[in-house]
């Protein structure tokens, strides 16, 4: 009889075992897996794409002719952001709605003493609170798009029955909380109930009595113009901030990045590049060492040619920028830097880094008053973005609401529109290299080609049934008799500065977007699908 041996385990229970300790280590393995997911996953980002697909995108050079998609990118002002403080107090404007309007308009009428008649009416008296009313009443009905932000009060106009009114607003399809100023000339007859009404207003800027004040005209014969000539911006301050010392140069923590291969790229690159900096900055609780001077790619230019020496300030807003980031002028950090390293012996104590490979996250914790990336690797490496990639990306937020278009690009914006009073049809053509690419797109050429679309005789056509406003019939508002032509020359040392193709598409592009109606060249004018061959 064969003892038992007591060491021996039944094979059942050493398959129970297996089993168990395969399940515990699947479940630890997924635990694991999910750890990591949730750790290093991120929200889909259009942006965010392989290092080759950005590079491939932020390199190619694409035909110069004027385009929407891609060639002005969207900027903070054109996403619904939350407030930032900077904008608080403009927020705290009332915008005149009708509910503002009926409650002025009953504490009016409780201090008026009922007349007999509408006698009081014959003679219009600018200064009766009921004229303002009236002109509020029937600007919010008839400029639907509008914000009415505040008005001053009514003044007399060239006839006993008008009045001139000044007012702010801003558009609806404008997200920022920036101000732009009309001043028409209404004329009142008498309406229902012994109260006023408008009989006619004119258009845009024609109530030139109601505008700011500004030297003499030059009249002839004691005539008025019908439009009061161009008055600069007042609100527009884009002047450089200064450090104020030497002294608090020195207490002060920068983030200085030397021009890398981002130079002269496309401006989308530009600002893709641009904010990555400025959110390193941010960051690291820093400075962030900007250069006003940057070089327009020959995409965004009929010459095809690059052009340096153009100012930020020409494309976007300065004064917005320095409101929402902390920033220092390049030339002015210089000059400030060799200041004291002149006259100190102990110099300023920065930290210079070659390569991009060195994360934010790294530097979090240095003490230098400066740090310096240079960017002196072979193109892709030197761009700048390449600092937010990778595990940077997690850390880093791009602070897009810094971002705004020029208020003098919008002021062209407004002037044009507010021209047409806000009602307005639009088509707007978009080719660029793909008309040339028969491939994916093989109608476009056609369908928007001169020959199909004629620029400005074609319209001709049209002149009789609609009212057809181009681009061109206002370029008087950027020829060097404008406020632009004047106020950018003020920024570039007194030299004139050219209206260039970017700042062209991007008027053209905000004054499309303002319309009631928008024929776009894709799924309207051509059957070809934006992206090419069955995208639609």
């Not at 530009?270 to 962030?288: H, I, P, Q, V």
């Not at 965004?300 to 902390?326: I, M, Q, T, W």
Request: glycine share 4%; with cysteine; proline share 5%.
């Amino acid at each position: 009889m064969n003892e038992t041996n007591p060491t021996s385990v039944p094979i059942g229970q050493n398959l129970i075992k297996l089993i168990s300790n395969l399940c515990f280590s699947v479940f630890v393995f997924s635990v694991l897996v999910f750890t990591v997911i949730a750790i290093t996953y991120q929200p889909p980002d259009p942006w965010l794409e392989s290092a080759p697909a950005l590079t491939k995108l932020f390199t190619e050079r694409e035909n110069a002719t004027f385009k929407v998609d891609n060639s002005v990118l969207q900027t903070g002002e054109d996403f619904q952001i939350a407030s930032t403080p900077a904008a608080a107090p403009s927020l705290a404007v009332q915008p005149i709605t009708e509910e503002v309007i009926e409650k002025a308009e009953e504490q009016v009428t409780n201090l008026t003493v009922n007349s007999s008649g509408c006698e009081h009416l014959q003679l219009v008296n600018c200064s009766d609170p009921m004229v303002l009313i009236t002109v509020e009443k029937f600007n919010l009905k008839l400029f639907k798009s509008i914000v009415f932000l505040d008005y001053q009060n009514p003044v007399n106009g060239s006839k006993p029955d008008e009045c001139d009114v000044t007012w702010r607003f801003r558009n609806k399809k404008e997200k920022s909380w920036r101000k732009y100023r009309d001043f028409r000339r209404f004329r009142f007859g008498t309406g229902e109930n012994c109260t006023y009404k408008v009989i006619h207003a004119s258009g845009w800027h024609s109530g030139i009595n109601a505008r700011r004040q500004r030297n003499r005209l030059n009249t002839t014969a004691g005539r008025l113009p019908r439009t009061a000539p161009p008055l600069p911006d007042n609100e527009i301050n884009d002047t450089i901030p200064t450090v104020g010392s030497v002294t608090n140069f020195r207490k002060g923590k920068y983030l200085y990045y030397s021009r890398g291969g981002d130079y002269c790229k496309g401006m989308n690159q530009y600002l893709w590049s641009f904010l990555c900096g400025l959110g390193e900055a941010m960051y690291l609780n820093r400075t962030f060492v900007m250069d006003l001077r940057l070089c327009l790619s020959g995409a965004h230019n009929p010459s095809g040619k690059d052009e340096e020496g153009k100012d930020f300030r020409y494309y976007f807003d300065f004064e917005h920028l320095k409101e929402v980031a902390s920033i220092v002028e390049r030339s002015e950090f210089l000059r400030d830097w060799k200041k004291w390293d002149r006259s100190h012996k102990k110099k300023i104590p920065f930290r210079r880094v070659v390569t991009s490979k060195v994360t934010p996250m790294q530097l979090q914790r240095d003490k230098s008053t400066i740090i310096w990336r240079q960017f002196n690797a072979p193109e892709p490496d030197n761009y700048w973005y390449r600092v937010c990639e990778g595990q940077s990306a997690k850390y880093i937020q791009r602070p897009w609401h810094a971002i705004w278009k020029s208020k003098r690009l919008m002021n062209i914006v407004t002037e044009i529109s507010g021209r047409m009073d806000w009602n307005f049809d639009a088509v707007h053509v978009v080719r660029g290299a793909k008309a040339q690419n028969k491939e994916l797109w093989p109608h476009l050429d056609a369908d928007t080609s001169p020959d199909a679309i004629p620029f400005y005789n074609y319209f001709d056509k049209l002149r009789s049934h609609y009212k057809v406003h181009l681009l061109d019939d206002y370029n008087e508002l950027w020829s060097n008799t404008s406020n632009w032509y004047n106020e950018t020359m003020l920024l570039n040392n007194g030299q004139p500065v050219e209206f260039d193709g970017y700042m062209r598409v991007a008027v053209d592009t905000e004054v499309f977007y303002r319309a009631k109606t928008r024929i776009e060249t894709f799924y309207n004018l051509t059957s070809d699908c934006k992206n090419g061959i069955n995208t639609c």
